[in-house]
């Protein structure tokens, strides 16, 4: 369970205060807010605040007065073309806020997404708890034998079981440590000088869990979205996509809907890629060999058309 | 009037609107909301959305779970720490959304601050309006004489009358002939092919006015109004910088006042300047000859300390 | 011409110096070097400076202690790959700085960029040069009659010849008064005060030129020149892009040639296209009207798979 | 010793590689290419390219076409002035690329500067070395007892073994279990599948070291250096930030010169600072009560004039 019942009455009491206000205001993200979604086995990620709506991105292509056209339709028809021909100013309008709890690891990878504002928890000012990532017995993946960055089957049997208990152990005892050395008292009860928390959290594994809030714009979100999404994403950063996924599209159903048609589930074709799909439709006979595609490529391109 | 009769029905018709909320809410940002504050003869600054209040900065900075301390001196303290340190990450957790209508020459000092979002009206795509920023007889200021990028005291007499007669003259015919231009009909009425709008646009000189929706972080917008809202800033954009400025002393207050403290009001001192200090302090009588500071410098540090 | 003889003996002076390095040096790029590429009537492109080249790419993706492989092939090979899968930061690894001579209208499409370092010839400090563009006879477009923002066939006839006079005229006219302003002479041969520059300026047209520093990374380029050289692009900053394009061509050939085809003559599908292919490559007959896209994806569908 | 012989010879071989060029060429940048400067245990610094020099930083100032100005002295002048005034997009102009091997700790706290190109050393791909930063007994800091975020005196004797034993003893035992999680043959020597080394690397702790390519304007690497060269940056990353300024030093003097004086040595004083020199100028008693600041902004100004 990721949240103490201090946080627990900490959100409900947010929850409770409701205000009136005359901004774009969506029903199903203020169901949402503040309260947690459960990621990995302490991880969540919660709404703290959004900016726009669908409407709200039509406003800003048309530089509008007020709420500009009244018709639905035509707002879903415009954000569609915007999607398609990558105006990506507009869905730049809308803004999200949240906060997530995500293991150090995941979060190394998150933060190269740059175009974003972040306040993490600082481990130099505060003490972190002892909260590590273990994975679930079948998400214990094997190397992939084919894809340097990718995995295999779960393991199995003894490994499996070494594998949980290296990494159950380890943390712990890494974490028993820490305390030790930030510690104003020894072991033995006597008093000492205890070491900079700076300087301890060093001895913490990539596993442990921290929290940051992250605030970030509709357009740069879907990037992110597309990369964390996609089956190729490390599988610990995709549930934290997948869930924010989720919510984006409560937020703004007509941009996710056009996300999830022209990106998640688009592809983008070379032109190399075009003409052999030309010389198909024309009846001719491609292969890889005479598809001027490398192998690699030529077993993306099957993937995408068959 | 900045606004037509339809545009102003069109805003009053949003602000009739209300919705049950429960993000941070700010009542005198509610007051503000989709109204026209009027800039120059033409222009306005208008709040479309904000994110975020003062202790959304402060629940940033402690990545706390609710509202974190109920304390608001707490709160201003910890605003003051922040701006004073120059921790800007909790101050990017607060968005704003403006629409702003304005000069093109205008706008074009305004764009090279990166850091923020923009939907600009498309002049390949819709017709521009027929209004242009004419200068107040007090504000038509001669070239500075001792600053290359100053202006010096207000012109007099005939040559005010002969700048305002042919800025006025020359905007008119300027959109008299775009409109020629980009008509399916001749002047004597006949039919003819228009030219292409992206193309006729170029006739326009840089005074006509323009609009966009901006969006911004605060930490962004402050760094934006420190230099704006300088006594070296070009009047015609300072003139946007204080009205933004108004609202954001409504919007975030605490952080308003920090703001105007450390860094509207305040300096930043060279080694050489700070060194000087201590020396007057000591009782030493510092000149320009013996501060180790240029002329320039020295008149600078002098406006600082005198 | 776009360069002054004064310019032109400043630039190769530039040019005569050579300097001994251990940079990565591309032989085509110091050819061109601080050489002015014509565009447009009074416009240019030439390159200042670079970093990098198509090796750099690859040492970063790899993070190596030297040149990484020797093997030129694998380099290409990982340079497409990278393309591919949108792994864009090997290609931010490299750097183009451009000075660049433009007309104000296409500057300001160009800012939009807003990842890339600018310095442009300021108009509040310095006086502006009398060159306008004059768009030639067969770029005098008319507005498209399909397209909002489009351009139809070029005008004709007398209509051509107006457009021509007006813009020829407006601007000979605007700066006759830009130049009366800001005199400390009037037309009489009297002392006048001057207007400022800051404000004068806002009587020079959006077809005057302007001119920048311009720099980028190579991924930035990469994405404004998809924009730019493509083929909705306004006809004025294409000439710009496609200038631009054959600097990339000799600079990183093998980034280029991974561009050309993966971005440039490539295209985004989205799912619904996808599974139309899948249903045409299985003999069915697909149209617009069962292919689940509007008539206006359904045109550009067919424009990209016919 | 932080490099290989491998790793050194290709150095070698990519320092004695020359080329002509006709780019702005800095001497003493051209004598540490390539070369890893030490800092900490296994750290280094190793400058891989870099665009610029001061004269750049005056030729984008002033659009230049050729070298601009001759006169070193008015170059100086120049980039004073405009450090003095905070344009920022001049110093944009130059350009730096560094291969930095640190800790993992530390590339946390290095990569919140979100305005920079990085290419980290992937360790879904890789497999790290078994390289841990171990602080030297005199930077094995206590926590500070005034300073949430701060070092109090080096740990002695008995706790301070006991440290570096904790620290020593978990680095080498967590990366004995990432090497046989990860070994496709378990301890007994048998054929075991492997875990993925995208989950095997969330056993290691942050004091383990990881490498990267990264790439930055002048402007933010300065930005850059004012926090993390500051003495209340943290030691570990302190030293970089030392190391880098001494190559910044090299690259661009002046720059770095009016660096150190305006920024490293300078201060920014608020409104109420302010106040407080004048009133002191003027022979006033100024003490905290009478001040208007709190405690801390009294204690932090003394520190300043004083």
Redesign the interface.
Known sequence: MP?SP??L???D???E?????????VPAM?ER??QATPVLDHGFVRV?????DDS?IC???R?????GTKSVSNDE?LI??LM?H?HS??F??C?L?L?VKL???VA?QW??H??A??????A???ILDREF?I?APDH?????EVN??????A??GE?AD??LR??RD??M??YD?YE???STT?SEGEA????????A???????IYT???W?V?LHNLLHFLR?RADAHA?YEIRVYADAICEMVRDWVPFAYQAF???R???????????DC??R??NGEKVTQENSGM?K??WR?FQS???
């Open positions: 949240l201090e946080q009455a900490e959100i009491a947010q929850r205060t409701t205000f009136s206000t005359r901004r774009a205001t203020e807010l503040y703290i605040d959004y900016m726009g709200a406003q800003a292509a530089v509008s007065y007020g709420k028809g569609r073309y398609r990558w100013t507009p730049e309008m803004e806020k906060h293991p150090v690891f190394r933060i190269r740059r175009t504002n972040v306040n993490e928890y600082s130099r000012y505060s990532y994975p214990l993946a094997a190397q992939s340097n960055q990718g995995r295999g089957a393991l199995e490994e070494r594998v290296f990494l380890d943390a005892r890494a440590h030790e050395m930030i020894n000492q000088q205890g070491l900079a928390r700076e300087l959290r060093m001895n913490l594994p990539a596993n929290q940051w809030y605030k714009d990369l490390q999830e048609d022209y998640l589930g688009g592809a983008t074709l070379s032109a190399t890629a075009l799909i030309k198909m439709l490398s690699g490529e993306e995408i058309v068959k």
